[in-house]
């Protein structure tokens, strides 16, 4: 059993400490620590699975389940109404993946060798769908602010911005499903050599967990995540409020820490072995999957769950963030290679980020 296993013990306590009506503090410390052990083991069973299969597909299976936590969570929130919450925890899974993950990622990996390879065709052709959805889902903004409209004020819970920009965001959310669907073709089938290069080293390392047994895991984790996700969201407005957080800040980086837990431990794992390839796969293909599902995934369902329909209207941080960060991940990936200070670059940017955000 590994350390980070034993925060285990958060899972019972938070259910314990909701229903005896603890301080939201209390309540919302133990759900965000419970989320992190169950998205732990979903994302040692996806490395399970992803050691027979090859970083392309791995990485496809690891964002997939890495990414239900963060869905899960949201998914609450746009039940409560909080859209604006739901918009920051999107944008702070964007930027979380490309500056927190892929940074701690090269600089671990980094520090004890000169530098590290990976598929520059596969990193290139991911970072370039997220640079193009990161557009599209700027556009409903740039809209709004060419038509007189302002954009959400900071800790704002939820805005209506009419009919047209429901339908617009409505448009833009199947469109990039769409995407998202010819992109799995793309990398799986018609294109899936260039995302699943042979490894002479591919037969070195053999997981210890069997495919059933990672299969009944990500089951059984899955469906914790799902139960703490609620207690999490239901302490979320009061919890924020006792600490002195807004709910724009505990959206960003908070809440799209807990939800991606899973690829943060996965992606920092396995580049520390050198395993480059599955690593940038899991960050940026993890920005590329929220972009392209994700966030289109929760607009539509805004549509049948919670108060309104939510509109991809994102704030004037958030954009600056968004479209920063995307920009970086292209200009990192173009040569293939990454060392430790680069890195560095990526976590210094994003703690820029966070000190922005926590005055905003």
Avoid at 70 to 87: D, M, N, P, T
Avoid at 228 to 254: K, P, T
Wanted: glycine fraction near 10%.
């Amino acid at each position: 059993m590994r350390p980070i296993h034993y925060l285990g013990v958060f899972i019972p306590a938070a259910v314990a400490l909701d229903l005896a009506g603890a301080s939201p503090v209390l309540v919302f410390s133990a759900a965000a620590l419970a989320v992190i052990p169950c998205a732990a083991v979903m994302g040692e069973a996806t490395e399970a699975i992803a050691s027979r299969t090859g970083p392309g597909i791995g990485g496809l299976l690891n964002v997939t389940f890495g990414n239900a936590p963060e869905l899960i969570i949201a998914f609450f929130a746009l039940i409560e109404g909080l859209q604006e919450v739901v918009k920051a925890s999107i944008v702070g899974s964007v930027i979380g993946n490309i500056l927190l993950v892929m940074g701690a990622s090269m600089l671990v990996g980094g520090l004890p060798r000169e530098k590290q390879t990976f598929s520059q065709t596969a990193a290139s052709a991911q970072s370039a769908m997220l640079l193009l959805a990161t557009a599209a889902l700027t556009l409903p903004a740039l809209f709004q602010l060419i038509h007189g409209g302002g954009l959400p004020a900071i800790g704002e819970e939820r805005v209506d911005f009419g009919s047209d920009l429901e339908k617009i965001s409505l448009g833009v959310a199947v469109i990039l499903l769409v995407t998202y669907a010819l992109g799995l073709l793309f990398s799986l089938r018609t294109h899936k050599d260039v995302f699943n290069p042979y490894s002479e080293h591919a037969d070195e390392e053999e997981h210890h967990w069997t495919p059933k047994r990672a299969v009944i895991m990500l089951a059984g984790a899955a469906v914790l995540v799902g139960l703490m996700s609620e207690v999490l969201v239901g302490s979320i407005e009061e919890a924020s409020h006792d600490i002195g957080l807004s709910e724009f800040f505990v959206g960003v980086f908070v809440v799209a820490i807990v939800g991606n837990a899973a690829e943060h431990w996965v992606a920092v794992l396995v580049a520390a072995k050198d395993k480059m390839d599955l690593s940038v796969n899991i960050a940026i293909g993890s920005s590329a999957q929220v972009a392209l599902f994700v966030a289109p995934m929760l607009v539509l369902l805004s549509f049948v769950f919670g108060p309104e329909p939510m509109a991809l209207v994102f704030n004037g941080y958030e954009l600056g963030a968004l479209i920063f960060a995307v920009l970086i991940a292209n200009l990192v990936v173009q040569e293939g290679e990454s060392n430790w200070f680069e890195g560095v670059q990526l976590l210094s940017l994003y703690t820029v980020l966070g000190l922005v955000f926590y005055f905003a």
